[in-house]
């Protein structure tokens, strides 16, 4: 399983930027695809996640400006971030769980500052 990762940049604060991830390979009808953000000297955090039925969860700091979504005929998976901040500064990973394994994208950075 391959997931190639698009869409980060640098954005000033109260802008949005839209991600996206297209996994290939053997991807399987009953996993969840999901972004991660590993910011500096800080552990990676799970930002949301949504299964193969749309359930979606996201973490509570991004929630009511994040909206996360799939296309399941194309093995792809979006972030819509919006009212972007400071904080929200992180490199960027696309995430697919399946068969009890993880799969990762390269990461893409994104960059909130003036």
């Known amino acids: 399983v391959q997931l190639q990762a698009s869409g980060g940049g640098l954005v000033q604060p109260g802008g949005s930027l839209r991600l996206s991830c297209t996994a290939s390979?053997?991807?399987?009808?009953?996993?969840?695809m999901g972004w991660y953000r590993q910011a500096p000297g800080k552990e990676r955090e799970l930002v949301a996640r949504?299964?193969?039925?749309?359930?979606?969860n996201y973490v509570d700091s991004v929630k009511g400006r994040f909206t996360i979504s799939r296309d399941n005929a194309k093995n792809t998976v979006y972030l819509q971030m919006n009212s972007l901040k400071p904080e929200d500064t992180a490199v960027y990973y696309c995430?697919?769980?399946?068969?009890?394994?993880?799969?990762w994208g390269q990461g893409t950075l994104v960059t909130v500052s003036s």
């Open positions: 390979g053997r991807i399987f009808n009953f996993n969840s």
């Open positions: 995430n697919l769980f399946q068969l009890s394994s993880h799969y």
């Open positions: 949504v299964s193969i039925s749309g359930g979606t």
